[in-house]
């Protein structure tokens, strides 16, 4: 059995491998952004079994498409725009299936040695729930900038918008996460613990 060789050189060399069929180029490609492309996902669902599945789509499709890819340079951007999309599309399926998403560790492995605290899972889970209750496109603006903690500008070119539409959906998002929020006793005192709506949590 032959091994394949691997690709050498920089993120344009890597781009026009790719669009060769470099046989080298997918997995190098594939290791450089898998880890950011799951934690895209990871942070846009929640946990969810099927992100080893969403993952794999998210590079088939980049593949599929890498020849649209002009600027080397911004292929991190491009390739969270498709993971975003990859994840509405999942966040469609969810609202179909007429279920909310309940945290349980066995559904995610850890990136830390170190387990959460029985509150701050209690807490995630709870932050997760609320989510579920915003559309999709307004919640994935929310994760863009609040987990992922995106510029505005990036959160705008990830979500594959302008820059006032993606203060319109967070100004929604937010609002509606706020209110939500600050019923539920897990969560309040973590939004009154010296977070950006300490105030508003206050008034």
Do not use: C
Not at 35 to 63: K, N
Not at 72 to 81: F, G, H, Q, Y
Not at 174 to 199: C, I, N, S, V, Y
Request: no cysteine; hydrophobic share 40%; glycine share 4%.
């Amino acid at each position: 059995m032959l091994t394949p060789l691997p690709f050498i050189g920089d993120e344009a060399g890597l781009m026009q491998a790719l669009r060769d069929g470099h046989p080298g180029a997918a997995a190098l490609f594939y290791d450089q952004h898998a880890a950011h492309i799951h934690r895209t996902l990871r942070s846009a669902l929640g946990p969810d079994e099927d992100i080893p599945d969403l993952l794999q789509e998210v590079f088939i499709r980049a593949l599929d498409s890498i020849g649209k890819l002009r600027e080397p340079d911004r292929v991190r951007s491009w390739l969270t725009s498709i993971a975003i999309f990859v994840a509405r599309a999942q966040l469609r399926v969810r609202t179909r299936r007429g279920w909310l998403r309940i945290f349980s560790p066995e559904h995610t492995r850890p990136a830390e040695v170190n387990q959460p605290s029985s509150d701050a899972r209690r807490a995630l889970r709870e932050v997760y729930e609320v989510l579920d209750q915003i559309p999709a496109q307004e919640r994935v603006a929310f994760v863009l900038r609040f987990i992922d903690g995106m510029t505005l500008q990036d959160a705008a070119e990830a979500a594959d918008t302008s820059l006032a539409t993606i203060k319109r959906r967070l100004a929604r998002a937010e609002r509606k996460f706020l209110d939500a929020a600050r019923m539920r006793p897990t969560l309040k005192p973590w939004l009154e613990d010296g977070t950006r709506w300490t105030q508003q949590t206050n008034s």
